[in-house]
């Protein structure tokens, strides 16, 4: 019989053996990463200090830090935030269903693939930037606009993820459902979706990223809110360079947030795979 | 006419006159005419060279395919489809990677409609029969190439079909796991509840496991040989070795080989008439 136990729960771990740690991996990792930040700052200041740059140009990281709490204390830069947070999630929400549910037919029907792709590879081609006025001009410049140049950002690669994930699918395992009588809805909730999953998360980690670019560029073709507005209105009216950044930091904190919470829920719904277990 | 035939000694699953073709637009064949029978409690084994229309004919037994020509029956019925009561195994063991190897058991019984205690509880006997009870909350991915193909064994015979298909279910195993696995196969098999038709290439394995031995031509695959196979049940290990077991390999090695060989003399009558 094989049930030796050493067979399985090498597999399962697949590391070496522990050494003896003096502080553990896990704070290691948060440790390093902070540290990171800190020698981030710290280099910024000592190159302020030095230089002696305007603030214009570049202000000291206690300066953004300060404008960063004039803004949060007026209500300015939440108000800002959470209108680019409600293009950026209206976006996500039309892009990613219309992306998945399109590659879900080019991927179940080649004749449309194959006639259809130039189109969208052509379409792809064109830089939201330059049809964004475009979208602007046809569906104003509220939110409607923002989430659909959002959503035509991270539309194609998306796409051509779903398409990849579900065209992977191993065909025995196509056969086997067809041998067990499964119905339509059956293939696609026991095999299709579960299978094409890891290839989608793919394409969603890549989508949230594109995302936040999408609301920005939106909001930088016309808009009298959000922060794509605020960088504009900093960066062109007032020379506010600490604002600048508060909003760049803004951006990068949502894009991280979102792309973290992607993770998370990956590694849960793909507890099978051995690498995620193994993290 | 109904009633006269049912009185009639039906055979339990008969193939009659099926041909299959590489598409519907080639007259080139990959199955001439088969026509074979199978008993309600028959294990039989298919052995042919390869590519010779063996999963074909699997296939189209199993209603993964509908002939073009011919016809298959099942208990004197023409077969409609797949369906519950045909188990089948793949030449790979086909699970899936995201389900635990229960979950994996339990799909047919899920896809069917069966609630939820009983799914597991008829997983957990089947484990248990394939001998491997404790693995249910394993997924595969931890498991041995031999020990996934016992799970599809178990994926295969857990809505108790009363026709088992099996296409080189051990094809991919090393020669020991794959030994055992055949006396696994036999001993779940052995209250003969279940007819079994194998696909396979080893002749070994076809003496080993079957009541019957068919042995198959070359491309287009016809059926050249049957070969009973009167070794004594349940089967052990020293029949492998036993001078009957060696006589029936040499019968089936030989009835391969004659299968074979016109098939080349007559290509080469075939371009010299030509010429």
Redesign the interface.
Known sequence: ???SLH??SG??GGRLPARTALVPEWLLEIGLGLLLGVLFVAGWALLVAWKHYPPYILPAPEAVGQRFLALTRNGLLWRHTLVSVEEIAAGLVLGLSTAFLLGYFLARFAFWERLLFPYLVAAQAVPVIAIAPLILIWLGNGLLAKTVICALTLFFPVLVNSVVGLRSI?D??R????????NRW?LFT??EW??A?PILFGGLKIGVALSVIGAVVGEFMGANQGLGFLINLAARGTMDTAMLFVAIFMLVFIAVTLYGLVALLEKRA?R???QQRRR | MNAKRSILKQPFLQARHLCAFYDDTQPLRVLDDISLSIGETEFVAIVGPSGCGKTTLLQLLGGLQTPREGEVLLRGRPLAGPGRQIGYAFQVPALMPWRTVQENVLLPLELEGVPQPERVQRAAKWLDLVGLAEFGPMYPYQLSGGMQSRVALARALIQEPSLLLLDEPFAALDALTRERLNFELLRVWRYRTVAVLIVTHSIEEAVLLADRVLVMSPLPGRIVANIPVLLPRPRQRAHLTSAEFARLSGAVRMAIAQAMAPAMVGDVEKSTFQA
Do not use: H
């Open positions: 019989m094989e049930r067979r399985y597999r399962r191993d025995t395992l056969l086997l459902m067809r041998a067990l009588g499964a059956q026991k095999l579960p299978a999953l793909l099978w795979q051995p």
